[in-house]
């Protein structure tokens, strides 16, 4: 299969899957259906904007702070519609925990939560235990690091994107 001609069946799927949500043939949507599908069609939240985009990938980095969960993403997109954040950077920016990086997140998650608790660590970070002092310290990291870099990841998108915007206008200018 061409890349032209899987682009073309995307594109038709993509668009199956829009008219579908916005049309009512199915019957009447109830409770979260319905809450879910009137918010994923808003075309504002596939916009990007300044505030949009820096709130969705700071929504996506606090859900991929969590544990690897299956449903990581539809949790991501339906954060991003309750807070009218961007779409597609919300579930971008879930990728930060992918297959590859999952472990060592976990792993720096629980030195966070035992740093915090004073816990010592009885194998020398050579191992890890998996009992209620592990877990909970692995609760409290998770928690510690997506406090700490949805924040910052949101700042840090918010100031670069007006940096660009003040770059581009200054060399449009001269």
Request: glycine share 8%; net charge positive; with cysteine.
């Amino acid at each position: 299969m061409s890349f032209i001609k899987a682009r073309r069946q995307w594109a038709r799927f993509v668009r199956k899957t829009y008219k579908s949500l916005r049309s009512n043939r199915s019957g009447q949507r109830t409770g979260i259906r319905n809450w879910l599908a009137k918010g994923v069609v808003q075309r504002e939240l596939w916009r990007p904007s300044r505030h949009r985009v820096a709130l969705g990938l700071s929504l996506g980095v606090a859900v991929g702070m969590l544990p690897p969960l299956p449903i990581q993403t539809v949790l991501a997109i339906a954060l991003a519609v309750r807070y009218r954040a961007n779409i597609p950077a919300a579930a971008t920016a879930v990728w930060v925990s992918n297959p590859a990086t999952a472990v060592p997140l976990f792993i720096y998650q629980c030195k966070v939560g035992k740093t915090i608790f004073n816990f010592n660590d009885k194998y020398g970070g050579k191992e890890l235990d998996f009992d209620i002092q592990t877990m909970s310290s692995a609760t409290f990291g998770v928690l510690i690091s997506a406090a700490v870099l949805a924040p910052v990841v949101y700042f840090v998108v918010y100031y670069v994107w007006g940096l660009g915007i003040m770059i581009f206008y200054k060399s449009k200018k001269g």
